[in-house]
């Protein structure tokens, strides 16, 4: 009467780390009769509205690596349980690419500021923090997994209140003082609320704590054009609705495989792996207003279900 993902592998624990990239690499740098860059992320996409307008209760045990398709899989889903496995991050930026997957809307939905923070940075939360931020609902020690899973298997409702209470039997109460992010969230709100990024990287400097210091030196490593990208789809996708943030998402996506910076962030982390990635434009002063609007103003159109699975 409700859906569990629950994905694991023997080596690596994990939920989902995401779409082969690889592949979509590939396809961009073959002939142009390829369609997988173009067809994965309509599918991928299509089945982000499908989970987010699904009335039935839908469960997703991030016990694990949670990252990019991973994050669309679960995050518009009802419950969201985190464990102390649990590794989120939407580390786009520095693929040359832009946290996707429906980002535009659950990131700017973070309380204050965070979301552009995790969309710009692709810092990754763990465990606890998971539930603090906002990304998780519920927090469940790994080893009660299966436990819950049991119970949960004998509901024979759709009632939401009532997943939410067996869920809850297992549950670990979170201590909110003592989160990473809470430690920092005066300054993230601060400054990750600014209008430009070369606003947040001068106030981090002129901050001049470790936590500043590290946070312009991740930045400097992304590429610039999705940092401006990204902050401009961070401040779109808070006005629109989650339908409207997946169909700028597709016209997004389809721009960066038009461009450069995609293919070489993958050729560069995960192609050649030299971790030498050679954007274009190289610097944020370079990368034009009107070369971000063209991102948003790209021809591609995604079209979704104008049903949502209300019955099922």
């Known amino acids: 009467m409700f859906l569990i993902l629950c994905l694991k592998v023997k080596v690596i624990r994990l939920f989902c780390a995401g779409g082969d990239i690889v592949k979509i690499y590939q396809s961009v740098k073959s002939s142009p009769s390829q369609t997988l860059h173009k067809d994965f992320f309509a599918e991928e996409y299509i089945l982000d509205y499908l989970i987010g307008t699904l009335k039935t209760p839908h469960i997703s045990f ?26 989120f991050a939407m580390p786009e930026t520095g693929i040359g690419f832009f946290p996707d997957v429906g980002g535009s809307y659950f990131l700017p ?38 436990a819950l899973e049991l119970q ?65 030196n991740t930045l400097l490593k992304m590429s610039p054009t999705s940092l401006k990208v990204t902050l401009r789809q961070m401040k779109e996708g808070k006005k629109l609705d989650f339908k409207s943030c997946l169909i700028m998402e597709y ?10 910076d995609f293919c070489e962030g993958v050729r560069a982390q995960l192609v050649d792996k030299d971790r030498q990635p050679k954007w274009s434009p190289p610097k944020l002063e370079e990368v034009t207003q009107t070369l971000v609007d063209s991102y948003f103003k790209n021809s591609s159109t995604l079209t979704l279900p104008e049903h949502t699975l209300s019955k099922v």
Not at 176 to 184: A, E, G, V, W
């Open 62 to 87: 991030l016990d694990g690596v949670t990252m990019g398709g991973g994050v669309g899989l679960s995050v518009h889903g009802q419950f969201r349980i985190a464990t102390e496995n649990t590794l």
């Open 109 to 146: 939905r973070l309380p204050g500021s965070l979301g552009t923070y995790l969309a710009l940075t692709g810092y990754r939360l763990k465990g606890e923090d998971v539930v603090t931020a906002g990304v998780a609902t519920h927090y469940v020690p790994s080893h009660l997994l299966p």
């Open 251 to 260: 016209k997004l996506s389809q721009a960066f495989m038009e461009n450069n």
């Open 152 to 216: 949960l298997s004998k509901i024979n409702s759709k009632n939401p209140e009532l997943v939410n209470r067996t869920i809850l039997q297992f549950a670990k109460t979170i201590d909110r003082d003592i989160s990473n992010i809470i430690t920092h969230k005066k300054l993230i709100d601060q400054i990750f609320s600014l209008e430009s990024v070369e606003a947040i990287l001068t106030a981090l400097s002129q901050n001049k704590s470790e936590f500043a210091t590290e946070t312009i």
